[in-house]
């Protein structure tokens, strides 16, 4: 596989305490959300393989990104300012999967990276973008993308064929 | 090995990058300090086993305890403000130690760390807590600690009598 043809992985963190004492940046991950997420991290490792992981500072999302390196033998997290849960965050996640491409997974929130998806992909989303989920893209030589698969936690993987 | 006799470890994070375009809280492990870590956290585990894990909400730290959870089969990485690096924190670490005991980690920061091993020991250290060193504590039953050993990566674990 070269690493043109890698996707570009969306993805949302795992599920989390409902509320911390240091507020929502602190927010950890639930153990059941850890044993989901670890779980279908090993999954996502069998589909492709990562050549970085970059994640938003917040504790749910770095825990996320953790256990992703862990499951596709990553040797480094990055963390990436456009990936806060900010107002137009969207637009700059969009721009850093454009920067960086094929082979980057981006861990982040929702709505922006539901909305980075719609943007990028240029149509509606077939489902929500649930907690944990992946979204993997392929980037064109356009700077465009198209979907090739959507994996959510417990449920089979998803191809364009299965979606429409 | 009952509850009683397992240790409390202080455990500071790991080589983090110098500096975040978001600052100090944002600073993530270098792929170095990851890989040495990840080794160091599997020696870590084979000389005990652990309850839990309580972190600092700073990036560097939150990978640190992630990396000691994969390594110790630990199913919940908790947040605590205790960690945080602030004036004082050392008796809030203290605090925390006491509070849960036998067979925790906490996982924070220097000076704080350093000085709330001093101020659990009451006497001073026989060498510095270098990046990703654990010191192992013994609880005793009128609330002090006395120190078990002491890992710091890439070295020989030292126990009490190596340390005089």
Do not use: C, Y
């Amino acid at each position: 596989m070269s690493a043109r043809e890698l996707p570009l992985l969306f993805i949302r963190h795992a599920v989390a305490e409902d509320s911390h004492v240091l507020g929502d940046e602190a927010r950890a991950l639930t153990p059941e959300g850890r044993a989901a997420f670890r779980h279908h991290a090993r999954k996502l490792a069998r589909l492709t393989p990562l050549r970085g992981i970059i994640t938003s500072p917040l504790v749910r999302a770095v825990q996320t990104a953790e256990l992703l390196a862990e499951a596709f033998g990553v040797s480094g997290v990055e963390v990436h300012p456009a990936l806060l849960p900010q107002r137009g965050a969207h637009k700059r996640i969009v721009d850093l999967g454009r920067e960086r491409g094929a082979g980057w997974a981006l861990v982040g929130h929702n709505p922006s990276l539901e909305r980075a998806a719609i943007r990028a992909l240029e149509h509606e989303l077939p489902d929500k973008l649930r907690k944990g989920a992946a979204l993997a893209l392929h980037p064109l030589k356009n700077g465009g993308f198209t979907l090739a698969w959507w994996a959510t936690p417990g449920k089979p993987v998803k191809r364009p064929g299965d979606l429409r």
